[in-house]
């Protein structure tokens, strides 16, 4: 029984609670793919609102558009407007901090991708 017991406690010792993912405030570089696969460039500023929630814009090229974000766990999903369409992000918070992701708008068929690095 000691044995076990002794097992069971070195068991647990070898499990690490998961680190919750941040996202933090600042300026980020974007890298990204539009819809035909052709390659986008620009920043992605976040401001945080609480622990969970930010706005964010981002300027692409001669394009701006603004939205909300939102963290939860480790996915990272902003809604935003392009001139009357309306999109959604969904990234993958990293360990180093930059986000990996996909998106698309209403009214468009297929996705486009998206990675911010913090600058």
Known sequence: MKTILAGALLGLGLVVPAQAQTVNAGTYTVEGTNLDGSAYGGTATIELTSET????????????????????????AAAYVLGDAVGLIVYEVKGDGSLEGAWTISGKDGSGSETLTPQ
């Open 53 to 76: 929630t930010c706005s964010i814009t981002w300027h692409t090229g001669s394009t701006t558009s603004n939205g909300i974000c939102m963290l939860y766990d480790n996915a990272f």
